[in-house]
Each structure stands twice: as structure tokens, then as C-alpha cells.
């Protein structure tokens, strides 16, 4: 399984390092977005270039908070407007299993609005917890509200980890959920293998129209 997940990885360690505050900023906001990108990686990943001293770990946390709440705002949206329709019937597209979407309902039918502040350290769970929410239509104003204290310590929490494990940040993933690694993998490649179709076509499409 290891030599699946690294690529993964290594991708979104590199955009971490490439474009720092923004990578984390989009990284967090897909996961959040019912996206599974694992912010483990993301904010580990943080944490360690903080450590090295190209990143601010403040500036890290903070990015890793703005990018998921504004992924949970996407999804409760997508819940409040649509429920579960669209991603029943487009969501495998993108990965997006009906099977973890209903966990997400059940934690919330069975802790309410409290799960929105809870969920948010659980795996697969806290990908979709918005879900529900927007769903049950709970004020967007408490919401926020239960996102954000949810947010705040497991983001900076885990930022200050890879701060303080340093190097070895990679090896306290093993402590974490590897399945949203794998869902993350595949949505690389089928994104990948859908732009070098798409320029294959443009480039096809070109090469017929050719100069008159």
C-alpha cells in the first residue's frame, strides 16, 4: 500500500513546498469540499517547511483554516441546495462514495449540530460532515460557528506536529487514515489522464483545421 500512497504524498508535499501558503489554502478547501485530499498531509507537510523556516507556522494554521472553511461553506451549500442528489448520482465521478456520505448522516442524526464541531476529528467523516448540515438547513451562522472551533485546533494542531517531528512527518501518517490517501491518489490520476485526453483532442481537433 505504501508504494501507492507515497506518490500522493510526495505530489502534495511538492505543492506545499512549491506554492506554500496558497497549496495548503486549495488543499484544505478540497478536502472540505467533500474532496478527500487528507489534511494530515497537507498540514504536516505545513509544519515542516515551517519548521525549515520557508513557511510561518501562524500564516500555515491560518491558511489551513480559511481553506476549509470555505470548503465547508461549498458543501453546505451544495447540501442545502441539492441534498444528496447530485452526488448520488455524479459523485463517483469524482470518487465520492455514497457509503461515506451516509457514515456522515448517521454521526449527524445521531449528535446533531454538535457534530459539525466534533467530526472534524474524524476520518472520512469530517470530509462530509457539511453535508449533512446543509441538509438539515442549520443556520449558516452557527455553522460557521461549529466549524471554525472544530477547525482551529485540528489545523494548527496538526501544523505544530509536523513542526515538531520535523523530517519525519511522512511516518506519523501511519497513525492516520490511509484510504482517504488512496481517494486522493485516484482523483490525481483521473484528472491527469483527463487533461492529456482533452489536449490530445484540441491538438487533434487543430491538426484537422490546419492553415488555409
Known sequence: MEAIVEPLIQLMEGWVEDYGYLAIFVLMLLESALIPFP??????????????????LFWVGAAGVAGNMVG??????????????????????VLIR???????????????????????????????ISLPAGIAKMPLGRFSVYTFLGVVPWTFGLAYLGVVVGENWERVLDYF???????????????????????KQNQATAGTAGPR
Open 177 to 199: 487514515d490511509l484510504p482517504t490517501l488512496l481517494i486522493g491518489l485516484a482523483l490525481v490520476i483521473a484528472a491527469a489522464l483527463w487533461y492529456l485526453r482533452r489536449r
Open 39 to 56: 489534511s494530515e498531509v497537507t498540514m504536516l507537510a505545513g509544519g515542516f517547511y515551517a519548521a525549515e523556516g520557508s513557511l510561518d
Open 98 to 128: 455514497s457509503h461515506d456520505v451516509d457514515k456522515a448522516e448517521i454521526w449527524w442524526d445521531r449528535y446533531g449540530e454538535a457534530a459539525t464541531f466534533f467530526s472534524r476529528l474524524l476520518p472520512v467523516i469530517r470530509t462530509f
Open 72 to 93: 465547508s461553506w461549498v458543501a453546505y451549500a451544495i447540501g442545502r441546495k441539492t441534498g444528496r442528489v447530485v452526488l448520488d448520482r455524479y459523485g463517483r465521478y
